[in-house]
């Protein structure tokens, strides 16, 4: 499987481009969310450097700990989208002949789209956590950085609609409907919470 997150920037955009069916959607989702998790990391660390064992210094110290953390968590799921959707892709092209494999065809397309509906949910877990930090960056940051941070929380935003919507591309073809509607309250509570978060966030930059 190729990593795009090794990928030069032009090769990633010809990658997005391409007419492959991934990366799609949901990679994209997550390249916007860790792009605003480094630009949150940027912000914080401009702050903390500037009042060295000031209080603000030790909140930044914390959220940028956090922030690290959750960097790699983000980045991974750019293949790891991309990863699940090629599994449906193979699903669908599984040779049906007869009724035992149309049943294992069957099986492994449900198995593929549920794992292709967790993905963007852990990129809206993992968007929304850094959220969670934008507050306390955007309490601390300098005057110049400001902008930084509002495009942080836009991007951040925008990365856990994205993968609202991705994820509701494709609970229509789940057959566990229990499992469908488990998502479907998670994914909705997570874009509230994370509306809330990014709004007192981007008050807090004075925007």
């Known amino acids: 499987m190729r990593s795009y997150s ?11 481009a391409s007419t492959a069916p991934a990366p799609g959607g949901g990679s994209a989702a997550a390249l916007t969310g860790a792009t ?19 209080q603000a210094a030790s909140e930044l110290a914390d959220a940028i700990d956090r922030l690290r ?7 991974s799921l750019i293949d790891r989208d991309a990863e699940s959707y090629s599994h449906v892709i193979a699903a669908l092209r599984m040779p049906v002949t007869d009724g035992d494999s149309e049943a294992r065809q069957r099986e ?16 809206m877990r993992a968007c929304r956590r850094a959220l ?19 495009v942080a929380i836009e991007l951040l935003r ?13 609970l229509g073809s ?14 909705q509570l997570l874009e509230r919470e994370s509306e809330a978060d990014a709004s007192d966030a981007y008050r807090r930059t004075g925007g």
């Open 132 to 150: 969670l930090e934008a507050p306390v960056v955007a309490a601390h940051c300098t005057r110049s950085t400001r902008g930084d941070v509002g």
């Open 36 to 54: 605003g998790v480094s630009l949150l990391l940027m912000t914080a660390g401009i702050r903390a450097a500037r009042s060295p064992g000031s």
């Open 108 to 123: 492994s397309y449900e198995s593929a789209m549920r794992a292709a509906t967790d993905v963007p949910l852990e990129t």
């Open 69 to 75: 953390s959750l960097r790699p968590v983000v980045a």
């Open 6 to 16: 090794n990928y030069s920037l032009r090769d990633l955009l010809d990658a997005f």
């Open 174 to 187: 789940l057959r566990d409907q229990e499992h469908a509607g488990r998502v479907r309250s998670e994914r």
């Open 158 to 170: 925008a990365a856990v609609r994205s993968a609202g919507i991705t994820i509701d591309a494709n």
